[in-house]
């Protein structure tokens, strides 16, 4: 198993739509966890970190479930801006971080 | 400031052939990585370093060397190129290895063994 798996997609959605995103984990020894946006032939960039409580940020909300060991991201009212790849991101505390493969989304006009 | 610089940013090599990648960050970050990313693979981690002076193998090493010279430069180097090299190359480095400390990466060198 893959210790970090997320859904690649692509994920088609119109603006305005709002669309989630799942991921999954394999250590349940993981402590912190990321959400980090690439964008076609750009270098990875922190979105938002994500807390056991949940977080948000504007139109973007992650949560976290460590019992399922699982994390999401939610993006509300979409943007042609959004259209990326999204990185879901893992790490146990005291090794490096480990990366999922991505999960691509075109918004639509 | 910079942040994260990479040189070259393209590169074409015959199999065999070698070089050397160069990373460099003015953040004053501890910690700095190298990666790879290929179609379908995501980010792979080749080496990464916690101080200058040290390095510690990644999930993919073989085949490419590093060294830490001075804190503010990261270099990776390919001692003869394979094929299998083909791929985009990323340096980031961060203020600690994990934790809430989020780490940058440079713009990436495109590199292409043939």
């Known amino acids: 198993r893959k210790e970090v798996e997320q859904d690649p997609g692509p994920f088609n959605v119109p603006e305005g739509a709002t669309v989630a995103f799942n991921c999954t984990y394999s250590?349940?020894?993981?402590?912190?966890f990321f959400w980090y946006r690439q964008d076609c032939r750009k270098e990875p960039k922190l979105l938002m970190s994500?807390?056991?409580s949940g977080n948000e940020d504007g139109r973007f909300t992650a949560q976290l479930n460590r019992a399922s060991q699982y994390i999401s991201l939610l993006i509300r009212d979409s943007k042609l801006s959004d259209s990326a790849t999204y990185l879901c991101?893992?790490?146990?505390?005291?090794?490096?971080?480990?990366f999922g493969k991505g999960t691509r989304l075109s918004v639509i006009a | 400031n910079a942040g994260v610089t990479q040189t070259p940013k393209f590169r074409v090599l015959k199999t065999g052939q070698s070089m050397t990648l160069l990373c460099a960050q003015d953040?004053?970050?501890?910690?700095m990585y190298w990666y790879r990313q290929d179609p379908g693979m995501g980010l792979r981690l080749i080496h990464y370093?916690?101080?200058?002076?040290?390095?510690a193998k990644g999930e993919v090493p073989d085949g490419y060397n590093v060294s830490r010279l001075k804190k503010q430069n990261f270099l990776l180097g390919l001692e003869s190129a394979a094929p299998s090299q083909t791929s985009v190359y990323f340096c980031?480095?961060?203020?600690?290895?994990?934790?809430?400390?989020?780490?940058?990466f440079g713009p990436g060198t495109r590199l292409t063994v043939t």
């Open positions: 980031a480095s961060s203020h600690r290895l994990a934790g809430l400390y989020e780490q940058y």
């Open positions: 250590n349940s020894a993981s402590q912190s």
């Open positions: 994500v807390y056991s």
């Open positions: 991101v893992v790490t146990s505390g005291n090794t490096p971080l480990v």
């Open positions: 953040m004053n970050h501890e910690y």
């Open positions: 370093s916690v101080g200058e002076g040290t390095t």
